[in-house]
């Protein structure tokens, strides 16, 4: 009964009520097929799934209802936001199904506070539990009409209902009341039902069966099949147990451990006897080697040379069978390291600063995100990643920059706390977010002020956040390249400092000479181009370097590229990533150039790109990766 349908719902009402809505359990309750919370069947599943997309997907919201109710409008906030990167399904929503979606989880949240409700107020009757997860229960089921009649529906609902109303006779028929933290209602209520019997129907047009060996032997088959004839499996291992010795069981009138042996051994022989069978075992499991089972190893002694030659010509014939799908006078080849080669017009024409590096390293990724339109999501319930944590940090010191004179002190550092603790409040229903940022931007923000302080007397303007869109000519035929710079410094001798924020490492000078990581240098030739503004364009460009905020004891690092001896400097290494652009450009609009999967890796063992398993990384990867380093 535990795996029949209504007897799932039954289990995640409660596991989600009382474990904390944990986002992997509400995302189960609401796919489930009975979840109609007064809604159509369609519907209610349309908008489950905007709810997983929406606040169930990415850092774990603060536990229970109306926590997680508070999270799914802070998202909702988030993803208006000028800077917010939505997964492509979730940017296509309107406000409407946004708004439908909010009160399909709201329905939700009032259909399990009763229950939820319970967890705080100490031991609990029984009854009390079953009273209260019924209700949830029944709310949960209820479909447009105000039934929950598909609940009880079919065998397995007929279950259901027999046992809530054997449960809740016995409960209530205790003379002292069972009582137990409410905690604890979901594992105690599955121990008690969860093994109760179950008639599955059969489909009328089915002609394979799998039955147990009582079911098997009342009926007759055209061709039976005893699988598992293995010791340990059938018969079963016979355990002594320690706590019962063989006369201690006979006095208190249990059975013998070797009873069930007997028993099976019944079962086997009315199968064996059947006028089709075939005996069948596992040679190996879990990769060791099985030994057969005693009944097996039996017949094959009695039936002698002649009879066992017959056996294993038959069991030949069926394993011939099996090996005539493999490929015939070689192994099996693994698949190729995939290059797809879409038409010319399916190819993208517009990419941003970012995915150029993709574009370079992985261009399987570029083909699986813009050609065929898919988009990586989150897990439920999933850890802080580094993009989140990226994209506050760079809203924090944007907000700052834009008012600030340039002059370190208190004054200043007061007000760059504050416009931290804002942007916190704006995730007060995901504590994790809170607990591990605090601390990592307070000590970013104590080191950046220092450093930047330190430039103001050769800085005469700084600008943050500036967005920009370069129509690049390419045979005549543009590309358009679109970015964001996260600051752009007018120095005041006229020339202009290119600089990019970085959570994470930043990429090494060997990666930049080599225009492996061509984003600053990008960004560098975008505003030489004059796509960040026209009085940006044509300034000589002074410096490139990355903010390195690792918000350790450190706070950051001022990582300047282009100052190595015998490289390019930084006006060179953005006429380079421009010509090197045109030349990528180029080369993809060939037709004949396809779109190779993790061509220039930066580590080539890590095999963790959101794409890696649609392009079989696993399979093909094993003799032309090497273990790890750049390729």
């Not at 054997?166 to 009582?179: I, Q, T």
């Amino acid at each position: 009964f535990g795996h029949t349908r209504a007897a799932v719902l039954t289990r995640l009402v409660a596991e989600v009520a009382l474990g904390g809505w944990e986002p992997a359990a509400v995302a189960a309750l609401l796919a489930h097929p009975l979840a109609r919370l007064g809604r159509p069947p369609d519907e209610a599943r349309r908008l489950a799934r905007v709810v997983e997309l929406v606040v169930l997907r990415g850092p774990r919201t603060r536990p229970f209802g109306r926590g997680l109710l508070a999270a799914y409008d802070e998202r909702v906030a988030m993803l208006a936001a000028p800077r917010a990167r939505a997964p492509r399904p979730v940017g296509r929503l309107d406000d409407a199904t946004l708004g439908a979606a909010r009160d399909l989880l709201a329905a939700l949240v009032a259909a399990l506070e009763p229950l939820e409700s319970l967890a705080a107020t100490g031991d609990v009757a029984v009854p009390s539990l079953l009273a209260a997860h019924v209700a949830a229960l029944t709310a949960v089921a209820r479909d447009d009409g105000g039934s929950d009649a598909a609940l009880y529906d079919g065998d397995d609902g007929a279950a259901l209902a027999a046992a809530l109303a054997e449960f809740g006779r016995a409960a209530a028929s205790e003379g002292a009341v069972l009582a137990f933290p409410a905690t604890a209602w979901p594992g105690f209520f599955d121990a008690l039902v969860g093994d109760a019997p179950v008639r599955r129907p059969t489909a009328p047009d089915a002609r394979i069966f799998v039955f147990g060996p009582l079911e098997a032997r009342l009926l007759s088959f055209d061709l039976l099949v005893l699988a598992g004839l293995d010791e340990g499996v059938w018969p079963i291992t016979t355990r002594t147990d320690p706590w019962l010795s063989r006369p201690m069981r006979r006095d208190m009138a249990l059975e013998a451990p070797e009873r069930r042996i007997g028993l099976s051994a019944h079962d086997y022989a009315q199968g064996a006897a059947a006028p089709r069978v075939i005996l069948a075992r596992a040679a190996r499991a879990g990769g060791a080697p099985t030994v057969p089972s005693r009944w097996l190893q039996r017949l094959t002694t009695l039936i002698g040379p002649k009879g066992r030659a017959r056996l294993t010509g038959e069991a030949s014939r069926f394993l011939a069978w099996a090996r005539g799908l493999d490929a015939a006078g070689a192994p099996p080849r693994t698949v190729a390291r995939p290059a797809p080669k879409p038409p010319l017009a399916w190819r993208p024409t517009k990419l941003s600063v970012t995915e150029i590096e993709t574009w370079i390293r992985d261009p399987y990724a570029v083909h699986a995100r813009h050609v065929l339109g898919l988009d990586p999501l989150d897990p439920p319930g999933g850890e802080i990643g580094a993009a989140e944590r990226g994209t506050f940090v760079h809203e924090v010191l944007a907000e700052f920059v834009r008012d600030w004179s340039g002059a370190g002190g208190p004054a200043e550092a007061v007000r760059l706390a504050e416009i931290a603790e804002r942007r916190l409040d704006a995730f007060d229903a995901f504590p994790e977010v809170v607990a591990l940022w605090r601390p990592r931007l307070e000590a970013i923000a104590r080191w950046w002020l220092a450093a930047d302080a330190a430039r103001s007397p050769v800085v005469g303007e700084r600008r943050t956040e500036v967005g920009g869109r370069w129509e690049l000519p390419v045979d005549g035929v543009p590309f358009t390249l679109t970015g964001v710079a996260d600051r752009l410094d007018i120095l005041k001798d006229g020339s202009l400092a290119v600089l990019d924020y970085k959570t994470g490492r930043p990429p090494s000078e060997k990666e930049v000479q080599s225009l492996l990581a061509p984003q600053l240098p990008l960004e560098a030739a975008m505003a030489d181009a004059g796509a960040f503004g026209p009085d940006v364009a044509g300034r000589p460009l002074a410096e490139l370097a990355y903010l390195h905020l690792k918000g350790g004891e450190e706070g950051g690092r001022w990582e300047r590229r282009g100052t190595t001896a015998g490289g390019r400097d930084a006006a060179g290494l953005a006429e380079e990533a421009r010509l090197r652009l045109i030349d990528l450009v180029r080369r993809f609009r060939d037709p004949e150039t396809g779109y190779a999967s993790r061509l220039r890796v930066r580590f080539e063992k890590d095999r963790s790109g959101p794409y890696d398993h649609l392009a079989r990384v696993a399979e093909w990867a094993a003799g032309e990766i090497p273990e790890g380093g750049e390729s």
